[in-house]
């Protein structure tokens, strides 16, 4: 059973940055296409960035209005999965989600996911 733990989140300014991580046990890593999720209250989850199994040539993605300042990246030696997230605004305020699945391809459908992390706040605000 692959368990995913993320880390990192915490309370920033408007401007700054975090870095998040997502650590799995119980399977390797190296066998997951691994996505980012976020949720605030009264919304749905909403996809942000995925990284493929094998990230070369093309496996990774993020949503429209994200790429430039979010990048994910992945150490499969360690088991771990990361999201830098940079020039944060209020409005990236959410608990931020990483979750797996086995499949070779990026998608933002929560519903794909098999294998979820407990999930870790995230605050920006003055």
């Known amino acids: 059973q692959l368990q995913l733990v993320e880390s990192g989140g915490g309370s920033v300014q408007p401007g700054e940055s975090l870095k998040l991580s997502c650590t799995t046990t119980g399977l390797s890593l190296e066998y997951y296409t691994i996505g980012w999720f976020r949720q605030v209250p009264g919304k749905e989850r909403e996809g942000i960035a995925c990284i493929r199994r094998s990230p070369a040539g093309g496996g990774i993605d993020y949503a429209d209005d994200l790429a430039g300042r979010f990048i994910i990246s992945r150490d499969n030696a360690k088991n771990t999965v990361y999201l830098q997230m940079n020039s944060l605004n209020p409005e990236d305020t959410a608990v931020y989600f990483c979750?797996?699945?086995?499949?070779?391809?990026?998608?933002?459908?929560?519903?794909?996911?098999?294998?979820w992390g407990q999930g870790t706040q995230v605050t920006v605000s003055l």
């Open positions: 979750a797996a699945m086995g499949w070779n391809y990026c998608s933002s459908d929560a519903s794909l996911y098999n294998f």
